[in-house]
């Protein structure tokens, strides 16, 4: 059909400018030939009409776009450019928002590309300013929170995806669209992201206000979409990280035959029981959730190794808050080591990541409390290399530098943990 229309567009471009003959013929190597050189075709066809029209800003931004789409691969480990056509992708961004700094669709693709690269912090001012350039389209509301939380501006992430929600939702109300905003396909992905962020910042009025509006927009989560069961654990972390005993006793236990978010149910009832205090109450939550990892769902189906470590972490985090609660350092370091050895085995990024916070602060929290201060403090350094700022850590950090008997250093760590956070107080025993 896309052939069709292209080689349609080329038998009636008699009138065409020769850069519109040229795109349309682009689009013919973009859906013609082989399969697996279609993307490199349309990438380099579309590059020749950006270097003979430099200024164009549409030209550059689909030219970007090509490369971008066309590489397996950003980039390898270090945050170094795994493709020629990424290096390019940035040279020809880079340019025309030195020329059109205000341009939305370059800076939406810059975003994308500088996020997991080896310096996010370039997109910085880009993000600052694309909301006010496009205050009512969500997704650019949205977008530069992937920038904030990559550079460890919890807060402001968490502000971006509250707004970009409220956008959601005023469209729906004004226009009355097809399915509503459950039928809008990122809306779960801007109320996921501002959750992730909310939970590194403490922001707990406005992510159990998110946590509300997820569960009432997603209430019936398909058995087999185990990603949109993982995003849904965030609304139930949030109710266990801040929300009041009375909202927590309210979730309604998900159904048998959803025993991911019975987990889930169990992980938010646990940490509430540690924030109360009540070892029996988490211990008996890990416990369910040990039952619960043995139903006969999690042997088949899609993402079955990632269901299972997913699953098994938060069992262990919850063993670790009790037995640190209880003083057993022993054992929590052996379930935060678990949990953080499995965390390890995946990606620890994403947009946002999947897992809500690095658990290896939760290991350096027992290693503190253990004796090992040392240990402790080189653990959250190697942490923050992959979550800048995270103001919990921070608080860690500052408790292993005062037993370290550096004041000024323990000083500074928690002025930095007071940054971001802007919730309650800290706790060794929760971090």
Do not use: C
């Not at 003979?52 to 789409?69: C, E, F, G, H, K």
């Not at 030195?98 to 001012?125: C, G, M, V």
């Not at 402001?156 to 005023?170: F, I, K, Q």
């Amino acid at each position: 059909m896309a052939l069709k229309a292209a080689r349609d567009a080329r038998r009636l471009a008699r009138g065409a400018t020769p850069m519109q003959r040229q795109m349309i013929d682009a689009m013919v190597q973009r859906y013609s030939g082989s399969d697996r050189s279609r993307s490199r075709r349309f990438a380099t066809a579309m590059d020749r009409i950006a270097k003979r029209n430099p200024t164009d800003v549409t030209v550059a931004a689909i030219t970007a776009d090509a490369w971008m789409l066309k590489a397996d691969e950003w980039w390898d480990d270090e945050g170094k450019a795994a493709d020629p056509g990424i290096t390019r992708a940035m040279q020809i961004l880079e340019q025309t928002l030195a020329r059109s700094p205000n341009d939305p669709a370059a800076i939406h693709l810059y975003i994308h590309l500088t996020e997991w690269s080896d310096d996010p912090h370039k997109a910085i001012p880009y993000g600052e300013r694309l909301a006010a350039l496009a205050p009512n389209a969500s997704h650019l509301v949205h977008m530069p929170s992937h920038t904030f939380y990559r550079v460890g501006r919890y807060k402001d992430a968490m502000m971006s995806n509250v707004n970009a929600v409220a956008l959601d939702r005023r469209y729906d109300g004004l226009a009355k669209p097809p399915g509503g905003v459950k039928g809008m396909p990122l809306h779960g992905h801007n109320i996921h992201f501002g959750m992730g962020g909310a939970l590194m910042a403490g922001g707990d009025v406005e992510g159990l206000k998110l946590a509300d509006w997820f569960l009432a927009t997603y209430p019936d989560v398909p058995v087999n979409n185990t990603w949109r069961q993982m995003q849904t654990h965030n609304a139930y972390a949030i109710y266990g990280r801040f929300g009041a005993a009375d909202q927590v006793a309210a979730l309604k236990e998900p159904p048998e035959s959803y025993p991911m978010l019975r987990i889930s149910w169990r992980y938010a009832r646990g940490e509430a029981a540690a924030r109360a205090g009540d070892t029996a109450a988490v211990r008996a939550e890990a416990a369910a959730i040990a039952v619960l990892r043995g139903h006969a769902s999690f042997s088949t189906g899609p993402m079955q190794d990632g269901r299972k470590a997913f699953t098994e972490l938060y069992q262990r985090v919850l063993e670790g808050r009790a037995a640190m609660i209880d003083g057993d350092h022993a054992a929590a370091l052996t379930a935060f080591g678990r949990a953080a050895e499995l965390q390890g085995q995946g990606e620890e990024g994403g947009d946002p990541p999947i897992i809500w916070y690095p658990t290896r602060r939760s290991l350096a929290a027992a290693m503190l409390a253990s004796g090992d201060a040392a240990g402790a403090k080189a653990k959250i350094l190697e942490l923050l290399e992959d979550w800048p700022s995270d103001p919990y850590s921070y608080f860690v950090l500052a408790q292993a530098e005062t037993a370290l008997g550096d004041n000024t250093a323990a000083g500074e760590a928690e002025r930095r943990s007071r940054i971001e956070w802007i919730g309650g107080r800290m706790s060794l025993k929760l971090a």
